[in-house]
């Protein structure tokens, strides 16, 4: 079974600084998905940047990039020039390219960025 | 464009009683799926249905809950005789197809059990 992993529980940044969110997966599968979503206090889900496991180029969306290490099973995630309407949890999850779509959460990392 | 709509966006329920949750999908979604979040963890998958089609209930608690979404009308996910352990946020997301990422989310329904 496909599982994922977010070792860090809490995280903190201060302003206008970079932060990167750890994440891990393990699956045997070769070709899947995976996603970083952010859970602000509204407990809104929202879609922050998505990956394909072919692609090799890594994910980009604005202020958000991940490093996809495929071979590693490590899809992390950086935030750039940190906001403080970026404070929330964010979600790692996974998605099996055979599946039916359903996705497979980590726990979250709870990120507060200071002023 | 409407997102993901689903309501009540809070449930109070006494043990025993039975709790409605509805989610209506994004216009031209035709695959709705329902994930769990307990206090402190990530969301669980539940259930993935299409029009009036159960696909995947592999989530899915095997006694009490049920999940439909009819022809007409919002998908619904029903518990019956609840019980403590169900106080938990409920979201919805749709997609047009299971393939055609992002899902979207609606903001969930919290039920709490009294």
């Known amino acids: 079974a496909q599982t994922v992993t977010q070792s860090q529980p809490e995280m903190s940044v201060q302003e206008a600084e970079t932060v990167t969110l750890s994440c891990t997966y393990d699956t045997s599968e070769n070709n899947y998905y995976l996603f970083w979503y952010k859970q602000p206090p509204s407990r809104q889900m929202i879609l922050v940047i998505r990956?394909?496991?072919?692609?090799?180029q890594n994910a980009t969306e604005n202020r958000f990039s991940v490093n996809f290490q495929k071979a590693a099973k490590s899809f992390s995630l950086k935030i750039s020039d940190s906001q403080l309407g970026d404070t929330a949890m964010y979600f790692c999850a996974f998605m099996s390219g055979g599946s039916q779509g359903n996705l497979i959460f980590g726990k979250g990392t709870k990120l507060s960025v200071k002023p | 464009n409407a997102g993901v709509m689903q309501n009540p966006r809070h449930l109070v329920r006494r043990r025993g009683q039975e709790a409605r949750l509805r989610c209506s999908p994004m216009?031209?979604?035709?695959?709705v799926y329902w994930y769990r979040q307990l206090p402190e963890e990530g969301l669980k998958f539940m259930v993935y249905?299409?029009?009036?089609?159960?696909?995947?209930e592999s989530g899915m608690p095997k006694e009490r809950f049920s999940a439909e979404f009819p022809k007409e009308g919002p998908s619904i996910l029903r518990i019956q005789q609840v019980v403590r352990g169900d106080s938990a946020a409920y979201f919805c997301a749709s997609s047009p197809s299971r393939r055609d990422q992002p899902q979207h989310f609606g903001d969930g329904t919290r039920l709490s059990i009294l």
């Open positions: 216009k031209g979604h035709s695959h």
């Open positions: 249905l299409q029009k009036e089609n159960i696909i995947d």
């Open positions: 990956q394909e496991a072919y692609k090799q």
